[in-house]
């Protein structure tokens, strides 16, 4: 039998750089596939789709942060805050990528067999759902300078 498994999938496309609004900086995708240690399973068209989703959902929750800054003279996202935006505005794409990654792969068969096993998996899937979702509201807190509090109603 010539068949061989491989457990990471080969990049089957070059990524590109996913544009942007001019005030926040474009998006690598290479650089995004290789933070999010994403391997050929996700092809180049899914990660542009989602790096461009994570980019419309920051990029609106930074509108009012955007015009405050460009109405102080502040003309890209660098140059804002302490100088540290820049990284804190990618560690909120990423976190969004991920979460968008790990919820469209959840439907792959990788439950494990047995007696609650399958149950096990899908809690562990979706609590590092809402670690991904965590880090992204932490990380547009932190662009924000807003304070990092997570609330749920019982």
């Known amino acids: 039998m010539s068949f061989i498994a491989t457990a990471?999938?080969?990049?089957?496309?070059?990524?590109a750089q996913v544009e942007n609004d001019p005030w926040?900086?474009?998006?690598?995708?290479?650089?995004?596939?290789?933070v999010c240690r994403l391997d050929g399973t996700v092809t180049a068209p899914r990660l542009a789709s989602a790096i461009e989703a994570a980019i419309d959902t920051v990029n609106a929750e930074l509108r009012d942060y955007q015009a405050a800054q460009q109405h102080a003279g502040i003309t890209k996202l660098q140059d804002a805050g302490d100088?540290?935006?820049?990284?804190?505005?990618?560690?909120?794409?990423?976190?969004?990528?991920?979460?968008?990654?790990?919820?469209?792969?959840?439907?792959m068969d990788t439950t494990p067999s047995g007696?609650?096993?399958?149950?096990?998996?899908?809690?562990?899937?979706?609590?590092?759902?809402?670690?991904?979702?965590?880090?992204?509201?932490?990380?547009?807190?932190?662009?924000k300078g807003q304070r990092r509090t997570t609330v749920e109603l019982i």
């Open 24 to 34: 926040f900086p474009a998006i690598d995708a290479k650089r995004a596939r290789d």
């Open 115 to 143: 007696e609650g096993k399958s149950e096990r998996v899908r809690e562990r899937l979706e609590a590092r759902i809402d670690e991904h979702r965590r880090a992204l509201r932490w990380a547009i807190a932190d662009i």
């Open 83 to 107: 100088g540290r935006q820049l990284g804190r505005y990618l560690r909120a794409i990423y976190a969004h990528v991920l979460a968008d990654m790990a919820e469209a792969y959840r439907d």
């Open 8 to 15: 990471n999938p080969p990049i089957a496309a070059d990524d």
